[in-house]
């Protein structure tokens, strides 16, 4: 039986008139004292769903934590910050025994890859968990409004849905532990194609593409139409991609960067990207712009004068257009490709020599 006049004295305001959603908390096994932390918060409403979040309850501060783990307070400090995330002071109770547990994971990294991989590992993992949280975060309100307070206006509807959304967050950890593991596969088989030696350095193709006119259409489209494009343009690139053999590196906005083992591959890509009858039917061209050479392959991502040349070409690029330097040409003899005139790209000192490819070459 929940003492609603105790409540209020620990001091939950309106306890007897928050009765819902106080029996509905006590019911799942919340404490007084948890829901008079939760309230002091303004959180009350959000707890049955925050406490299906949270790693655990804070036990450690970071100086704690370092101790415990046997680095300096500076290094741990720094590991959480590359995760993009914030614990307060050094002496600040934040940490749950599960975050500490799961930071041996990059201390042994540490012993076997060095400080630099490590950390660099940390930033990208940090960057794509926030990426993530955000699309997790946008889908979700946007298909389950009533997990909104200021939308159902109800504290125990808003308890009950959120509760109900925040129960996949342990169901998503286990897909990602599924599909991280069939991703490691398919980036140790790329790999094996492109590395010649023990460096970072790979040989490989590269390209982007983009939507010729995108900008024009989003002051077009309501936001939901635009929301539905992006989803669209994203879902037909990563079919695309994958049936030629390519790797999405990544989306920014409506541009695309993947890389490809092979020069046919990644001009196979261009062609059915610049092709693809989905792009057409809501008025959009697609144009990309290809290189093929050495690039320096770090935390996801790619580096080098090829990449740079690449991504200058697709802006040089006209709707329905594959430019390709002469790297790609080089290596693609037998295509049907055609020399433009020099072009003075920003970033490189002399004019470059680009040619375009027939789209009938696949």
Known sequence: MVDFDALEAAGIENACERAGLLNYLDGLGFTAAEMVEADRRGRLFGLAGD????????????RTAAENLGVPVEDLVRAWALLGLHAGGPDEISLSQADV???TTWIEMKKWLGDTAAF????VLGSVMARLAEAESAFTRAQLPDIQIHHTRDEL?????YRAAAAFVPRIGSLIDVVHRHHIISARTHFESVIRDSSASVVCGVGFADLSGFTALTQKLSATELSAL???????VSDVLHADGGRVVKFIGDEVMWVSATPAALAEAAIDLVNHPKAREVGLRVRAGLGYGEALAINGDYFGVMVNLAARLVGAARPGQVLVAQAVRDELPDWVATACDPLSLKGFDFPVT???LDPGNC
Do not use: C, H
């Open 51 to 62: 406490v299906l979040q949270w790693s655990g309850p804070p036990r450690y501060s970071i």
């Open 120 to 123: 660099g590992f940390l930033r």
């Open 230 to 236: 992006l989803n669209e343009f994203s879902a037909t």
């Open 157 to 161: 509807a808003t308890a009950k849905a």
């Open 101 to 103: 547990d799961a930071l």
């Open 354 to 356: 680009a040619y375009e």
